[in-house]
């Protein structure tokens, strides 16, 4: 599938701002669970975190793995022929994964437990848990902007290419 250039740098804006606002958003659940660690009433933190996670977070998420698999099919920056791109993919993949999987279904449960009557404390343990998660999604996020807009020459060799190059002479300068 080869896409216009119009509609190529509409999928390309689409998934620049899905993945700048997962980022926005995870930068929101930190600040929710570095007030939940601080003290913050837990009944307003958690199931706010919660929200958060589902309704901003999560589908923001999944847009941009969507959007980032769509370019790595039409465009020359495939996965296996550079490494930036497999590296991209694969934090977006885990990351979607673990959000998906973990983070909004333990947040949801701890929103519930905060809300129940009689009231369910969350852990120690868990509040730092809801601080680094976000904390080590925006670094790998952020390395993943960085990724995309630097596109460093991390690129594979493929099979034509090493051919073509050993049947090239040395030149050597004198």
Do not use: C
Not at 83 to 104: C, D, E, N, P, Y
Not at 124 to 143: S, W
Not at 146 to 165: D, F, I, N
């Amino acid at each position: 599938m080869v896409l216009r250039p119009r509609e190529h740098m509409l999928l390309l804006t689409i998934h620049v701002t899905a993945t700048v606002a997962v980022l926005g958003a995870d930068l929101a659940l930190l600040a929710l669970g570095i007030a939940g660690l601080r003290g913050t009433d837990p009944r307003t933190v958690y199931p706010a975190a919660h929200l958060v996670g589902q309704w901003l977070a999560a589908p923001l998420a999944v847009a941009s793995l969507a959007s980032g698999v769509l370019l790595a099919a039409i465009t020359t920056f495939k996965p296996f022929r550079h490494r930036w791109v497999t590296i991209k993919g694969s934090i977006t993949v885990v990351l979607t994964g673990l959000l998906l999987a973990v983070l909004v279904p333990g947040l949801g449960r701890a929103g519930d437990a905060v809300t129940a009557t009689p009231p369910d404390p969350v852990t120690h343990t868990q509040q730092i848990l809801y601080v680094l998660a976000p904390a080590g999604a925006a670094v790998l996020l952020a390395v993943n902007v960085a990724l995309g807009m630097y596109k460093p020459r991390l690129r594979r060799q493929v099979a034509h290419e090493t051919h073509s190059a050993a049947a090239a002479p040395l030149v050597t300068d004198p």
